[in-house]
């Protein structure tokens, strides 16, 4: 188990964030129409998962990344959490997101499979936030598990790790 804090307390995930050179687990999240969304191959990706798109700093995660996929190249951005499809197509429909997927995983193995559900905590079984950076051959380049579900990841590490 890794940890995270929410505010004063301290929260435990479900595992740990697979490390660089690991293989990327395959996963099968739901996309804003329900359509299945899995890992690219033969893609760059960057997984930004989060608890959820209704605080601040998660939407302003999907807003940077957003921003930063427009001169990504060869390099699919991918904005998890657990909020319902609903949720996710109405924030992007709103705020013109169009870089970016942004996909549930609210009925998958997700959070489990890349260790960041909460297990613990007034948002226990959301995710925790955090950044893992895939290769075009599957593998891991980069992860981070932001030290406090309020603060942002380090976007240039994450850009910086697709060279």
């Known amino acids: 188990m890794a940890t995270t804090a929410f505010g004063d307390s301290t929260v435990s995930t479900s595992g740990e964030l697979p490390a660089p050179g690991d293989k990327a687990a395959a996963f099968e999240l739901v996309g804003n129409d329900f359509s299945a969304v899995t890992l690219p191959e033969g893609k760059r990706t960057v997984l930004n998962i989060f608890p959820s798109i209704a605080t601040g700093v998660c939407s302003g995660s999907v807003r940077k990344f957003n921003e930063l996929a427009a001169g990504l190249d060869n390099t699919a951005v991918i904005c998890v959490s657990n909020d319902l499809p609903f949720a996710l197509d109405a924030f ?21 499979d890349y260790g960041v ?16 950076v895939v290769d075009t051959d599957g593998s891991v380049i980069h992860a981070q598990l932001s030290p406090a579900i309020g603060q942002e990841i380090d976007y240039d590490a994450a850009v910086a790790a697709l060279g």
């Open 92 to 112: 992007c429909g709103a705020e013109g997101i169009a870089n970016v997927t942004t996909a549930s995983g609210f009925r998958s193995s997700f959070g489990d």
């Open 117 to 132: 559900r909460m297990v613990d905590g007034k948002w226990a079984g959301l995710l925790a936030r955090a950044v893992v």
